[in-house]
């Protein structure tokens, strides 16, 4: 439901169309808005009914207004939290918060392969208050600690600092509405998708290549979009080349297997400190342990 405040001025149906296509409504209701209106008793599209005066109400609430994806999605005020490994990062729901968001989002991208990186639990929330409004100066903070992309990431990682991070206990106000459960490898797909729109160094595109060769045997189609190098494409179309052109599974296999060993070696010599292949060196490298005497 739609409410517009139009001019003493307009006439007829053709100039109201005309009208509509040029100005904002005044203020919408939605329709789970409108149900609690109903049940408190309270006119629709009346100032009262407007979403910055319902969220306010003590009995608003929350689920409702943030049953959908947050309160980003529903373009409302609130705030937004994402439970971090140490603690939570508290973002507003305005243009200032999605610039935040975004260089958290940039600070994953950068070092997701960097052995220090451990979130592999994420979980978003939203909701309309804080428990405290001290809280208020821990809103809206990360792009101050982090102002730009690091093309170097895998090989450093600047720790988030205590004082942008909030007690879990904030998250009682809050509504989750989105998990993220990282595996403890990382993968190809998963770094594309923290990845998206964001800035990819060379580097990162380079060992995600050779990870998911490492994998799969064979190059990822969408590499294309975040090759940084011709050398990598160049390599990547004559591995699909050659296995287009592959007509028997045995042989398939070889160049499958032959390319998970390149990609393997590949990795431990040009990033022989990036998480999975630290750990996996470690552990070739740990002595066996002696076996007991009869």
Known sequence: MIRYDLPETAIGRVHLQSLLDKIEPTFDVTSWEAQYCLEKGIPLLCDEARRNKLIQRPDFPNKALFMIKGAAAQ?????????????????????????????????????????????????????????????????????????????????????????????????????????????????????????????????NADIAYWYFIKEEGFPPVEYMHIAKSKEGLGHARRLIEEMSNCNEIKTANEI??????EARKILAERYPSIRGVADRQKKSQSPSKPKLKP
Not at 76 to 88: F, K, P, Q
Not at 152 to 158: A, C, E, I, K, V
């Open 75 to 203: 373009g409302t005020t609130g705030y937004m939290a994402m439970e971090y490994a140490d603690g939570v990062l508290l973002f507003s729901n305005s243009a200032n918060g999605n610039e935040n968001i975004k260089a958290f989002r940039q600070y994953m991208t950068d070092h997701y392969f960097n052995p220090q990186f451990h979130c592999f639990y994420l979980h978003g929330y939203a909701g309309t208050r804080l428990p405290d409004p001290k809280l208020e100066s821990k809103v809206d903070l990360f792009k101050t600690f982090y102002p730009k992309s690091n093309p170097n990431g895998h090989l450093s990682m600047p720790q988030v600092p205590a004082e942008l991070l909030c007690d879990r206990s904030v998250l009682r106000e809050m509504v989750r509405y989105s998990t993220s459960d990282s595996n403890m490898k990382p993968t190809f797909t998963e770094f594309c998708t923290i990845g998206k729109d964001m800035n990819i160094s060379s580097a």
């Open 256 to 261: 499958r297997n032959r390319n998970m060993e």
